[in-house]
């Protein structure tokens, strides 16, 4: 009977599946085997994992499962130099202070799991299917992508004009814009009369400015992740699994980092990690230039360290990586050299024409002082629009007029990239001050879980790629459209239970008083969501292309035959890439997909279409392939 809500909660050893069914991990017996001989011969132990409410949690549950009831101590530190953990083993503190921390950590564990095993169970059995699931995190994720595709869908466009005016100053063609819009192009006559009226036009205003632009702060992994889809197409999960590989191999910090600052004691070894980069084919001369020279301290602050302070290279200079581990590598180096750099000091020009009272504009930008901008930029990306010199009260002989055309545009469709932005940034949005206060540092999901989230999405068929764009199937917003009205697709609930969660930390409220409000919501929505006749869509029927009967049933890992004696099977998953409905119904027809990204197992990525052969197998073409004499 749903729902289900065990008391109390009992804590078992990670399972796998085997061909008897779930059984404990051995790996997982065997490494807890160990801890457990370690803790009968010591008096006490020191809980040396991170310093934040998911590491509090790790440690309590292996010490808990063990029966661990001695002495414990607590090492509280965010930087991993020797100065830092000498420090802080000098001043170990009880690990009874942070009991409510515990606490805090283990109701927020419990209530996701008491919400989303409900939901999702309640959602399957009013579809009459399983892979289903709902989530306090996925939900909103799937929210956030379903609503921005249908705003993008259904945005109406429309047009507006602006006039322009042509002009010449030392023998160059200059076009300046009206900065009033017009819905109509008829309304443009007016002002164009009077523009057609004059041979010249009067300078009345030229503003200059200095701009002084901050360095950037270090990648955390969310920014990592977003920086490496926009100029390196891969995805959250791939950059997640390349950083940490680098840092596996000791060429990078820790990568799943949410914090973008770094310590005092870590900006000592700061000069000496830049200096190993002069053997960078890329960054080799800007790490010369920093030498003997005074650090920006941007991103140095003790005070906004978390659990892991920001990326940075380590003493370890990389050989031998992959072109994307090399890629990612750089990426970090190169953003570590732009945060200690110098500010990049630019002049903005705007200037602004009269003629015959119609007010024209255009705006400069000159870099006087690269700085930080020198580093990674190339020679064609310096963001400049170079203006002649402009003196107030000069007359600009006019050339003509034009019409200028543009059209609204709708938010575009989210990509890994901004969608990876909108989850950490989506507590910005909350109206309760308080909420969204809990939600500052946070967001929805943690830089090291977003990558899953959306993989999951993916997996659960609710949404697909499309190029860089996630598109939400049928089946997503089938479910979008039952859920998008319900808490449990709003960020605000994960801003309910941070204000819960923080007061449950600092001895305000009891867990007891969360546990019966989860506990009571969950009885709300499974109620709500078995009383729903949910149909989900499926793909269109299609003949066998093997005996061609209309027996295909095309499943989650699977298209298949339902004729015993054809046996036709296709997997949906080829060379590591799994396929789109739209892409198995393609060769389900046996018509060719377009060209999909694939990435081979030394990690070349190439391209390539899909279509059955013969034998009904896939047979894939290259992109480049060139006809063989």
Known sequence: MLPIIPHPFKLVVRQVKTEEGYK????????????????NQTGSVIICTDAAREGELIARYVLDYLGYTKETKRLWISSLTEKSIREGFNNLKSSREFDNLYRSAKARREADWVVGMNASLSLSIAAGKSNYSLGRVQTPTLAMICRRYLDNRDFVVKPYYQLQLRTTKMGEELVMTCAEKYDTPQKLDMPRKKVCEEKTAKVVQVEKKQVSEETPLLYDLTALQQSANNKLGLTAE???NIAQKLYEFGY??????????????????????????????????????????????????????????????????????????????SMIAGRMLEAFSDKCLKETVSIQVDCNSVLFGIKGC???IPGWRDICNGPDEKEEDLLPEFQEGESLLILGSDTLV??????????EASLLAAMEGCGRNLSDEKEKEAMKDSGLGTPATRAGIIELLIARHYVERSGRSLIPTPKGLEVYGIVKEKMIANVSMTGKWECALHEIETGEVSTKTFTENINSYARQITSELLAMKLKCPDLPHCRCPKCGAETITVFNKVAKCGDPDCAFLLFRTFNGRELTDNQMLLLLQGKRTGYLKFISKKGKKYEASLELDDNYKIDITFKDNKPKK
Request: net charge positive.
């Open 24 to 39: 404990a991990d051995p790996s997982a017996l065997k490494q807890l085997d160990v801890i457990r001989r370690l803790l």
């Open 238 to 240: 791939q950059t997640l």
């Open 252 to 329: 990078i910090s820790y990568p799943r980092t949410g914090c973008s600052y770094i310590t005092e004691d870590i900006f000592e070894q700061i000069p000496s990690l830049i200096a190993l980069l002069k053997q960078h084919p890329r960054f080799a001369r800007h790490a010369e230039n920093f030498c003997n020279r005074t650090l920006n301290r941007h991103c140095v602050n003790d005070s906004k360290m978390t659990d892991h302070h920001g990326l940075i290279i380590t003493e370890n200079y990389p050989r031998n990586l992959s072109l994307d581990e090399q890629n990612i590598y």
């Open 366 to 368: 000159q870099i006087k």
């Open 406 to 415: 543009r059209k609204t545009k709708p938010q575009p469709i989210f990509t």
